[in-house]
């Protein structure tokens, strides 16, 4: 390609993701006065994506879309399906991954009259705007294994809306809220035997809070605790990657942006529809760090994200600022624990994780170079290794155990 002809698609390919920019600021604007923080945003995503519209086309990208969506095979695992009831009758989905007797160590012999003792049973917790299926990777390397329970969080996945979060009078989400939502699934799902407890982010506050509020669950029956990427508090500090002077806008009118978006859901669903370019710009910067992901893992992570409501976002965001759990995590000491995180987290930094260590010292502390927020995804065999370990150490799983290898689906960063 000539000069004069790159010159040329490049100013295209700026005016063409300025003018969505546009468009998007158009849309949110009707929601209110954070139309223009929005705006800010959404064109400093359109400069993000703007070289890759050098090359490809946007015809050429939704059909890449489409077909990765079409060929993926990330989150297809499916198991028995359940169904939990929280405390204020909110509906929350569970499946379950039973023991395969030819993958599981040999039968032992048992003294007559004795009962069998039930098996661990690992309860996998996803973060926000996530769901289920974000173990998926995991879930296939211990499928048959070990007993799994795989959860979707109030108004994610296939769980049921949060009843007492919609309508007149409605109630702030809370991440107790969560403790006591994993509380129902543990009752209905494991009701019985040891425990294994998984957490990703918001699903490792979840645990937090189900400590915080069942002690004794806690001390009697969890043998082992994986905290993923997440964080016991003090989020409010987070920079996301931004300078000062951004963060700190960022910080005062987010909340208030959402609140808007969250009022005008269907006007703001066609806007994200009309903006994906832009919308897969920014989750790939906030979930990944690698030079190179796989694309399939990425679209699998973007479509994820796209199925959580604009008003789901909304109700959880002001839960993140309050979190604060610090103290309930000495529940978790006596037993082992894998404290693991991405180094380029910019949603739950590994300091933050590094904290929940210093309080848990007998914890193992993994930091997963060039690794992001949804390290999992980034770099399955790493945190599936580990995971694996933590599962041998608390005798879930036999020594001897052959746990599937999953390689990395990125390439190390420049």
């Not at 926000?128 to 969080?153: E, I, P």
């Not at 296939?158 to 809220?177: E, M």
């Not at 995590?329 to 037993?335: S, W, Y």
Request: proline share 5%; with cysteine.
């Amino acid at each position: 390609m000539s000069e004069t002809g790159t010159g040329d698609v490049a100013e295209a390919a700026v005016d063409a993701a300025a003018a969505a920019a546009a468009a998007a600021s158009d849309n949110w604007r009707r929601a209110g006065f954070a139309g223009a923080a929005i705006g800010v945003v959404a064109a400093g995503a359109a400069a993000g994506v703007a070289l890759e519209r050098l090359t490809v086309g946007r015809g050429m990208r939704k059909k890449a879309r489409l077909a990765l969506d079409a060929a993926g095979p990330y989150g297809a695992l499916r198991g028995t399906p359940g169904k939990a009831l929280a405390d204020d009758g909110t509906a929350l989905y569970y499946e379950v991954d039973e023991i395969d007797p030819e993958a599981a160590a040999p039968r032992r012999r048992r003294l007559f009259g004795r009962k069998t003792p039930a098996p661990v049973t690992v309860v996998f917790s996803h973060g926000y705007c996530l769901s289920q299926d974000s173990w998926h990777f995991q879930r296939a390397a211990l499928r048959g294994l070990v007993r799994t329970v795989h959860w979707d969080q109030r108004s994610h996945g296939r769980s049921g809306r949060g009843a007492s979060h919609a309508g007149s009078g409605s109630l702030p989400v809370t991440i107790d809220q969560l403790g006591r939502d994993l509380k129902a699934v543990i009752d209905a799902a494991a009701p019985e035997g040891p425990l294994v407890l998984v957490g990703h982010s918001m699903g490792g506050m979840t645990m937090m809070a189900l400590a915080a509020h069942y002690p004794e669950l806690v001390r009697e029956r969890v043998v082992g605790a994986a905290f993923v990427g997440t964080s016991s508090g003090r989020l409010g500090e987070v920079s996301y990657g931004l300078p000062v002077a951004g963060v700190n806008v960022v910080r005062r009118v987010l909340p208030g942006v959402l609140r808007a978006l969250g009022s005008q859901a269907e006007l703001v669903e066609r806007g994200r529809q009309a903006t994906a370019d832009l919308f897969a710009g920014l989750i790939k910067r906030y979930s990944f760090s690698s030079k190179d992901v796989d694309p399939a893992v990425a679209r699998f992570a973007e479509r994820m994200i796209e199925s959580t409501p604009i008003d789901v976002v909304a109700e959880f965001y002001p839960a993140f600022a309050e979190h604060d759990k610090a103290e309930a995590l000495a529940v978790f000491q006596g037993f082992p624990v894998l404290v693991l995180a991405g180094d380029k987290d910019l949603v739950t930094p590994s300091t933050h994780s590094e904290a929940i260590a210093d309080v848990l010292r007998n914890a193992e502390l993994v930091i997963v170079p060039d690794g992001g927020h949804l390290v999992m995804l980034e770099h399955p065999e790493a945190v599936t290794d580990r995971l694996a370990d933590l599962l041998v150490r608390v005798g879930a799983v036999p020594a001897a155990a052959n746990v599937g290898r999953y390689g990395s689906t990125a390439q190390p960063g420049g």
